[in-house]
């Protein structure tokens, strides 16, 4: 039955090539940097030297002198806000009394060229008061104010119940930051023009974030000013929120000089001021009866927002509802909260909130299992949700599960059940496999379903080739290939005739940020609404000259018995009939129901589910890890493009596995200490762990084509398995993220 609605399908499923591969191939592209216009000047950021300070004086009289000095910029001179957009709104697009951490955004230099930029910057003397400040989570929390948001789940009653269980477990875990490491940085380009509009060209994933904060800086109306995404060299939701403050930055200094202006970030500049995975604390207790049954759940999660709160409360959300893991649990208790620090604000990263929490507590159900004296996967296998359980928020699985399936997949894959009791394979080197499984809410959620809507614009031309204009944002992981291919389905169009162009926020309606793994459903969907009525047209012309009641579309053909036309021929037919060739589609999710005062209710439309099993040496000599390989398995629904699909997987699990294992962000008294790619170890090519990777594919109804979301989902719980196989190695429980050798040998007692 599914085989034969596969065979339907003409574009989806199929691993066709990126639509936007030649260009990014051959350096064609045009990148944020690579624009050019003329008479254009560049700023430059002068940022704090301390993590707390008051802004004193600020004398630039040394740069004034140079004939290429343009302006200095600072928070007297914004004629709107000063007031970053994002949540809460505590961020100010310029420091203008105090400073809240090391490198925080001061005043901004123009000059005539980028060198001198850089160099009058060195010029401005800014005198600062330090400030005591605070660099410890567990200190600031005892403060109220401090604590930027809290939410609680409730379910039951898990402390009466863990009273009652026969199991325990309790333990804490840390997590250190993570650094996107895009390999483009930030950069924007601000163009007013003498019409009093002003254009932004912008590396980003969320443009329309970034027309929110151009707004409020500049004080212009929506329509006078238009957001541009540049090709954007990666984003891991480290060009979510940021954007729009590097973007304002330019816009800014652009409204100012009445000149295009662009600032572009060196790489050092890139780590110490923009955003990052928050660092963690939690705490997590599990208790089961005799029977190996998981009867409750206790979680206290911490966040490190540092020093605004930006994304945090959305961040802190999504590990909130996901902390539990995906277990069928009738007693969880929840609290969570995110606490200012005076670091870099912490904000979007791959997994947002859930790989820090999912960490802790799947290291906890591997060390419940031992306990217990069940194998780890029949442990899971007993416990899991699963159609018709609830969460621990209480929402009811309805359909599109696949995580049982999943499980058998990676233990049958990784021949778990003989392998798990492996032999030393040198005698300083020890073998061991791993388990974790996630489950992933695709999309924003209950928390921000006042964003979930997007739109989509479809223009047919004569010549029928097909311009899609859509709210949502390509930054590698795709979706112009996807989104393509979904158009081209719909309209049984050849995918060479349609063209996707990057996001201008004046040409497509505000879609919401592109995150959470939402494009495929929302931007897709959106296509799905726009090419309705289009398809509808094309297929009554496409009868009318085939003469028949009956045909197949195929492949871009329509075919009636021996007769076939094309397409483009379809098109010209409409055309000529004058009918409407263009249309704009909607799509807004479906309801939740979530109340954040008890934590009830459903938090998610539906969830994407991956189990993962890792295969790892430890050299007990040196506490080297060598993550060996990784089986994952996810259900994400209908797979658009296995071949993307499949580098979405590997991608995930490679930034995952460094995450877990190399990646080591130092912060000494509120200076950061490493930032940069020669200190700053993330894993490369060369470091790839082999991957075996298979999908089960659970329709999910209301997804285009049946599809889910998957770009974040093969992250989430890789830190977990290699921390398991780490201890079927070698007997140590690690508790802490980067597990980097020095943490390793010390667990063992070797150091
Ligand atoms: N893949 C690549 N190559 N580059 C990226 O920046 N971002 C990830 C993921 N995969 C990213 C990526 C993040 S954080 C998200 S939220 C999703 O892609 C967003 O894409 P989607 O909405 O199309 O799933
Ligand atoms: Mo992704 S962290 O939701 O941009």
Known sequence: ??????????????????????????????????????KMLYGVCLRSPYPKARIKKIDFSEAQKDPDFVKLITAKDIPGSNKWPVVNDDYPFLAWDIAEFHS??????????????????????????????????????????????????????????IKKCKYVIEKEFTTNYQVHCYLEPQ????????????????????????????????????????????????????????????????????????????????????????????????????????????????????????????????????????AAGPYSIDNVYVESYAVKTNKVPCGAFRGFGQPQISFAQESLIDDLAEKIGMDPIDFRLKNIIDKNKLTSTSQKIKDSIGLKELIEIVRKKSDWDKRKNLKPSANNKRRGLGCSIAYYGVGLGAKGRYLDRAGAYINIYRDATVNITVGNTEMGQGALTVLTQIAAETLNCPI??????????????????????????????????????????????????????????????????????????????????????????????PPTTYDLKDGKGDAYIVYSYSANIADVEVDIETGFLDVKKIYSAFDVGKVVNPV????????????????????????????????????????????TPEYDVSFVEKDYAEGPYKAKGMGELPLIAVAGAVRNAVKNACGVEMDSVPMIPEKILKKMGRI
């Not at 200094?253 to 600032?263: D, E, G, L, N, Q």
């Not at 490679?654 to 940069?676: C, F, H, T």
């Open 1 to 38: 039955m599914s085989r034969k609605k596969e065979n339907k399908l003409s574009f989806v499923g199929k691993g066709i090539e990126r639509v936007d591969a030649d260009i990014k191939l051959e350096g064609k592209a045009l990148y944020g940097d690579d624009l050019d216009f003329a």
């Open 104 to 161: 925080q955004a001061v005043a901004i230099l123009v000059a005539k060229n980028r060198f001198k930029a850089n160099e009058l910057s060195k010029k401005v003397k800014i005198e600062y008061e330090e400030l005591d400040f605070i660099d410890d989570i567990h200190k600031s929390i005892t403060k109220k104010e401090n604590i930027f948001s809290s939410y609680v789940i409730k379910k039951g009653d898990a402390f009466n119940e």
């Open 187 to 322: 950069v924007a380009t601000g163009v007013f023009a003498t019409d009093g509009t002003l254009a932004v060209y912008s590396s980003t994933q969320c443009p329309f974030y970034v027309l929110d904060a151009v707004c409020a800086i500049t004080g212009l109306s929506s329509n006078k000013v238009k957001i541009i995404q540049t090709v954007t060299g990666g984003g891991f939701g480290g060009k979510e929120d940021v954007p729009a403050l590097v973007g304002a930055h330019a816009a800014l200094a652009s409204f100012i000089t009445k000149s295009p202006v662009r600032i572009c970030y060196d790489r050092e500049e890139d780590f110490r001021s923009m955003s990052k995975r928050h660092p963690s604390y939690s705490k997590v207790t599990y208790g089961a009866d005799e029977n190996g049954k998981l009867k409750c759940c206790i979680v206290k999660y911490i966040l490190d927002a540092g020093a605004y709160s930006t994304l945090s409360p959305i961040v802190l959300w999504r590990g909130t509802v996901h």
């Open 496 to 589: 060479n005739n349609i063209k996707l162009d990057e996001v201008d926020t004046s040409k497509v309606p505000d879609s919401g940020p592109t995150v959470a793994s939402r494009t495929t459903v929302m931007s897709g969907n959106a296509i799905i609404e726009a090419a309705k009525p289009l398809r509808e047209r094309i297929f009554k012309t496409a009868l009318k000259i085939l003469g028949s009641k009956d045909m197949i579309a195929k492949d871009g053909f329509f075919i009636s018995g021996a007769k076939k036309i094309s397409f483009n021929e379809v098109v010209k037919q409409c055309w000529a009939d004058r009918l409407k060739m263009s249309e704009q589609g909607w799509y807004v999710s």
């Open 644 to 687: 993307l699909a499949l580098g979405q997987a590997h991608g995930g699990i490679l930034q995952g596995m460094s995450w877990a294992v190399y990646e080591n962000l130092v912060i000494d008294r509120g200076v950061m200490k490493n930032p940069g790619f020669t200190d700053y170890i993330v894993a490369t090519s060369c470091d």
